[in-house]
């Protein structure tokens, strides 16, 4: 079966790749779905969200899962916000009740980073390659605090 043209994935390196990622830069990030409530407290998990992919690899379903997934991380820190408050024991002196509530929405959030392939390993890549770059990370900074402080440094 013939994909079409227009769906297939471009080299990241090709001159058409470098147009799409200008006018993406120029459309900005993508906007929550309108047909969707989303709440305020949601909008910074949704721009952090929006970062995950490039903007027109954003198929209308991803944004409403995106938008879903916003949401999530927003209940989620509304109510740990409440167990901070409360107290982790309940008036019964049981474990607060919202920790299942939350235990069971943070499942829905890794479920969503699957389905939405924005997980570590799809953005990142493999934990090894992760690794790698850590270790050039880490060997840069070292040799930077070597630097001369009036030699000119990236910032």
Do not use: C
Request: charged share 30%; glycine share 4%; aromatic share 4%.
């Amino acid at each position: 079966m013939e994909r079409d043209k227009k769906n297939r994935n471009r080299r990241s390196d090709s001159a058409a790749a470098a147009v799409q990622a200008a006018q993406n830069a120029s459309l900005g990030p993508h906007s929550p779905p309108e047909h969707m409530e989303f709440p305020e407290a949601a909008r910074p998990y949704w721009d952090w969200i929006m970062t995950a992919r490039a903007r027109d690899r954003w198929l209308p379903i991803d944004l409403a899962n995106a938008a879903e997934l916003a949401t999530l991380y927003a209940d989620i820190a509304r109510m740990r916000a409440r167990v901070a408050l409360d107290g982790d024991l309940g008036q019964d002196r049981k474990a607060h009740p919202l920790f299942k509530v939350i235990s069971d929405a943070s499942r829905r959030v890794i479920a969503l980073s699957r389905l939405l392939h924005i997980h570590p390993e799809a953005t990142e890549g493999r934990s090894r390659d992760a690794g790698n770059a850590l270790k050039v990370e880490r060997a840069s900074a070292a040799a930077a605090d070597n630097v001369h402080p009036l030699i000119r440094r990236v910032s």
